[in-house]
Every structure is written in C-alpha cells, then in structure tokens.
C-alpha cells in the first residue's frame, strides 16, 4: 500500500473515506464494513468526536484498521478536548502506532453538560498544533529535551471551506495553514467542478494538497439537515435543494450519479478526493468502490 504522501503525489487522484470511530467499545461490525475498502481506499480518515459528539477514540479504532485491514489512517486531532500537553503525548501515540497523517482542527461547538457550562479546552488552536507536528518532526519536543528516538514524519493537514460566500477570507485562512506547516487540506464538501477548480488553484500556488470533500446523499431528511444545520454548507443550498420530494432511492441514486460524475471531472485537478460518510457509511463505501473501479480502469 502506498505511503499518504505517494497517494497525494500520484498521477492518479487519491481515495480517502471519512469515517466515525464506533459510539461504543465494540469495533468489529464497522471493521468488517470498511474490509470491503482494501485495495480500493487509499486511506481512512477518522473524524474526532465531530458535531460534538462522542466516539472511540480515534487512536485505539486507527491501531484496529492498520492491524486487521492494512489501511493507511489519517487522524483528525481536535484542540477542542485537550491541552498542549495531551495533544502532544496523542501525537506521539500516533506515530509509534504508524500513523502517517493528522488533520489540525479546532472542533465542532459542543453542547452544555448538566450544569449549563461547556468545558473545552481550547489551549492552543490548529495553527499551533500544525507547528507542534513540525516541531515533533524535528525532534522537537518543547520540554527542552530532544526526542531519545527520531520521530517518523507525520504529514499534517488541515480543513477548509471551498462554498464559503466570502472565498477571499477563507483563502487569507488557508495561507495562514500553509505557512503553519499544512501540506494537504481536507474540503468540506464540494457540489460543483467550478468552486473545486477555484480552491484548488489557489492552494496550488500555496503548495498544498486537495483533498476534495464528497458527500453522497442519502435521503431528502439529510440534505435538509445540511443546510439547515452545518453552517458551512449554506452556499450550496441550490445543489441540496434538488432532493425535495424524492423517494430515499431516488435520492441515493441521483447522488451516486451526480458526485461520480464530478469526481470524474475533477480528477486531473485534485490530489485526490475523501468521501464523507455523513449518512453512514454503507453509500460512502459505495460510492469509494465505483469511483475506485473506474480509477483502476483508466490507469490501465
């Protein structure tokens, strides 16, 4: 299997799947789902607690896919529920277990606990975690004590929003990722060949890498939910809108349809593409297996 830098390097566009770590202590039945990945997934990307709610952890689920299934993870690390110093003992953990890749991010809003206050951490944010991964790199720890064993590279990545209304900003942010060591960014969902060309030109000139977001739609009820309730899809509420009033058959198969389609049309732009299992994972899975078919078919 290729190592995360080959597959973003690669003529042929990466394949990643965005997946939740299980609700519970059992992995074995989202284990066996994602087995139909082998030989098709170029990586697995593992949200962290995302929307606020409560997963395993994101290191003991990725250890289990690197064991049983042999797939490269990329972890999502949020600021949100740890200190400077779990970030960086979970960094670590992450490289002695072999991850190659970690996604800085802030994190999702959390609701309150019992008493009304929201706890969360907040000690340094992603542009200070992307430079902490740098820094480990080096052998850094910032404890005034080198590393006792070289650290393997961990390539560090970040988010970003292609359908924000205000692009100009969101590039001014994306800069300021890349000057903080990002070297691929992970897009919120794209809906059009025309605002993914747009973002990726522009982090080309910053030297980094495109993984584009792509999020098949299972029912009418989750596309309402998109743009009622992720803020960062309210521009493309046109694109959403075609699924009022379809049957939920209708609707996954209009979305498996329209998203190859443009993942096929994106594919000599983007380093490659990550499939958002919002809906769960069943139509991601299918959708990274037609995608991954016709892949392996044009580089013969």
């Given amino acids: 299997m290729p190592s995360i830098l080959d597959s973003l390097n690669a003529a042929a566009p990466a394949l990643w799947l965005e997946v939740s770590p299980p609700r519970g202590i059992n992995p074995a039945p989202l284990l066996r789902r994602l087995g139909e990945l082998a030989g ?12 606020g709610k409560v997963k395993m952890s994101g290191l003991v689920f990725g250890a289990a896919i690197k064991e049983r299934l042999k797939i490269p993870v990329v972890l999502n690390v949020s600021c949100r529920d740890r200190n400077r110093f779990a970030l960086k003992s979970d960094l ?14 802030n994190g999702d809003k959390i609701p309150p606990g019992p008493d009304g206050k929201v706890i969360a951490s907040h000690d340094i944010d992603a542009y200070a975690l992307l430079a902490m991964v740098g820094a480990l790199n080096r052998g850094d720890t910032g404890e005034g004590k080198p590393l006792l064993k070289a650290l393997p590279s961990i390539v560090a990545g970040a988010v970003a929003n292609p359908n924000r209304k205000n692009i100009e900003r969101e590039f001014e942010l994306l800069e300021r990722k890349a000057a903080a060591g990002a070297r691929f960014v992970i897009t919120q969902p794209v809906f059009d060949a025309e605002t993914g060309r747009r973002f990726i030109a522009k982090a080309n000139t910053l030297g980094i890498k495109t993984m584009l977001g792509i999020i098949p739609v299972k029912r009418e009820a989750m596309a309402t939910y998109l743009i009622d309730r992720v803020k960062d899809l ?26 190859l389609a443009l993942m096929k049309s994106l594919a000599r732009d983007a380093a490659g593409f990550i499939i958002m299992s919002g809906g769960g994972p069943s139509l991601a899975i299918e959708l990274t297996l037609q995608f991954s078919r016709w892949r392996k078919e044009i580089g013969k």
């Fill in 92 to 105: 670590l953990g992450a490289a002695a277990i072999g991850i190659e890749a970690i996604v800085a991010l």
């Fill in 40 to 51: 098709h997934a170029d990586a697995i990307n593992l949200t962290d607690n995302a929307l």
């Fill in 234 to 259: 309210s521009g493309a509420r046109s694109h959403l809108d075609r699924f009022a009033g379809m049957s939920e058959e209708e609707v996954r198969a209009v979305s498996i349809r329209e998203n």
